[in-house]
């Protein structure tokens, strides 16, 4: 008996410890990592030639203020670059005038995400399926690490020393993120598992003006989450430029008025306004080559 009621009392012990453990992974899972979407910024290189020029245009484009120009290290590794925050109502820029050769993988990470606990947060980053290309390393006012969803798109997590206070924006802006077909529902699946967002739209056939080809259709996955705003173009990619180019999409209450604002400061208009799913949309590229999508609801 007394053997028996040893393992009876081990068996249940394990089985408390089980379920422990996955009460809390359930408690990790659902825990959302993000502060908001004004925290959350546009990663964009430009040669220091053209920092001041894309500053300039950018401001003149949008609104807003740039925080003071800095010289820092920014990556795990020896670099030098400008860096600036450009805090406009519609979206936030990080912007980047490497003087050093930029160290691998950066320049790849499209978008950086504050969130409230950096090690946590690569851990559900993982858990939901997310690869980390750059381990946690600390820069000039907090830590970083740059991880990889399925289907290929990189991300920066940031963690700041001091917690910042930034205004909401006035529209949020979008990531434009495009992936193969194939694995969509695996990107999909993980970036929702991690922001605990939700799916607002699934369109199995979107117009193909969208992606620069008007024959065609296209599956669209627009997102929603603490973090903001996301679309997920699924295509072939058989892209004509711009298209897949572009990191961010803007919102603005006149896309016509944009537009001239950032013609008269420098910038190009890639592709022509149209009107697609309730969207005035264009492409801009602005001096150093950063392009972007405007875009206003269609009258």
Do not use: C
């Not at 605990?196 to 259709?217: L, M, P, Q």
Request: no cysteine; proline share 6%; aromatic share 10%.
């Amino acid at each position: 008996m007394t053997i028996r009621r040893l393992l009876a009392a081990l068996l249940l012990a394990a089985s408390l410890a089980l379920l422990e453990a996955a009460l809390a992974g359930d408690a990790n899972t659902s825990t959302v990592y993000g502060v908001g979407a004004q925290y959350d910024t546009t990663h964009v290189y430009v040669a220091p030639d053209d920092v001041d020029r894309f500053v300039a245009s950018f401001l003149a484009t949008f609104g807003g203020k740039s925080t003071k120009q800095v010289v820092a290290t920014v990556t795990p590794t020896p670099s030098s670059t400008t860096s600036q925050l450009l805090q406009t109502p519609v979206g936030t820029v990080s912007l980047f005038g490497f003087k050093t050769p930029v160290p691998y993988p950066f320049g790849a990470e499209r978008t950086g995400y504050l969130v409230t606990d950096i090690d946590a947060a690569v851990k559900a980053a993982q858990a939901a399926g997310a690869d980390v290309l750059v381990a946690t390393f600390p820069d000039p006012i907090g830590r970083d690490v740059v991880i990889q969803w399925p289907g290929g798109i990189n991300m920066q997590l940031y963690w700041h020393t001091t917690k910042p206070n930034y205004e909401a924006f006035e529209t949020i802006p979008e990531n434009r993120v495009y992936v193969s077909p194939e694995r969509v529902e695996a990107f999909t699946r993980s970036f929702l598992r991690f922001s605990h967002g939700k799916i607002v739209s699934d369109d199995a056939r979107a117009a193909g003006v969208e992606i620069g080809r008007a024959e065609d259709s296209f599956r669209r996955v627009r997102i929603e989450s603490v973090f903001g705003k996301m679309t997920v173009f699924a295509t072939n990619g058989h892209l004509p430029y711009p298209y897949g180019r572009e990191l961010t999409g803007y919102e603005v209450k006149d896309l016509d008025d944009t537009i001239g604002k950032a013609k008269a400061a420098g910038a190009t208009v890639l592709v022509e306004p149209f009107v697609s799913d309730h969207r005035h949309s264009a492409m801009v590229q602005f001096p150093g080559g950063y392009i972007a999508e405007i875009h206003a609801a269609a009258k």
